[in-house]
């Protein structure tokens, strides 16, 4: 493909995909059986609870965005391990002081920033700082710093159906272990297809195709987000 209509197909797949899914899905909302059970919930519900958190990483595709671009050029699994694991500590954190310390933030700007998360992550892949401004951020402090920020997305989502004190704690932390087991299973499958790509004459290519439109559909979740919450 040439290069001058690589911008252009990108983001019309991103524009594709995002059409695909549904408005509630952009404002990672819930769906309406997990719902009817969080508004009924009382007490330890454990496995409830890390059912939930699984597939809201699962389906949860802001995240999944994000670490796609984390992964991307990782070629060692030791740095895969570094890098994920800097990204869980900084979700797990904000998670669950923002739940149990109630601490409020907007959704929309927190899921702003997620998306401002992504755009990030594709520009550094694309060589972008060092290019632009010649100059190269902390990439693990980096994945920190953003993980704190989609661990206050997780958070915001579980603090609109004030969850009752008894069981919180517990539920909250079969929640986050769901989120990993989700994380995990997520990371496995996209583990695959980039280093199945990796042999082929055509990732470079593919790489460039893949950060541009990881920086197209960050850029559209910013722009759906500070739109809603203008309009709210």
Do not use: C
Not at 9 to 20: D, E
Not at 61 to 72: A, N, P, Q, R, T
Not at 152 to 175: C, I, R, S, W, Y
């Amino acid at each position: 493909m040439p290069n001058n209509n690589l911008l252009k197909f990108s983001l019309y797949i991103a524009l594709s995909l995002l059409a695909l899914v549904s408005i509630e899905s952009i404002a990672h909302g819930v769906d309406d059986s997990t719902r009817a059970f969080l508004e009924q919930n009382h007490g330890v519900q454990f496995i409830p609870f890390l059912y939930i958190g699984a597939k809201h990483m699962i389906t949860g595709y802001d995240h999944l965005l994000f670490l796609v671009g984390v992964i991307f050029f990782l070629y060692r699994s030791k740095d895969v391990l570094l890098y994920v694991t800097m990204f869980t500590i900084g979700h797990s954190t904000t998670l669950l002081f923002g739940v149990l310390s109630d601490i409020q933030v907007n959704a929309y700007l927190i899921d702003a920033i997620i998306g401002l998360s992504v755009v990030y992550k594709g520009f550094d892949n694309l060589g972008g700082f060092k290019r632009s401004f010649n100059w190269q951020p902390d990439t693990k402090l980096a994945v920190l710093i953003f993980g704190l920020f989609h661990g206050f997305g997780l958070a915001t989502k579980l603090q609109e159906f004030h969850l009752p004190e008894d069981g919180l704690l517990t539920n909250l932390v079969a929640f986050n272990i769901g989120v990993e087991l989700g994380q995990f299973a997520a990371l496995a499958f996209i583990l695959i297809v980039i280093n199945a790509w990796r042999h082929s004459p055509s990732f470079q290519r593919f790489s460039t195709f893949t950060n541009t439109a990881l920086m197209s559909a960050g850029v559209m979740l910013i722009g759906y987000q500070l739109a809603g919450y203008f309009v709210s």
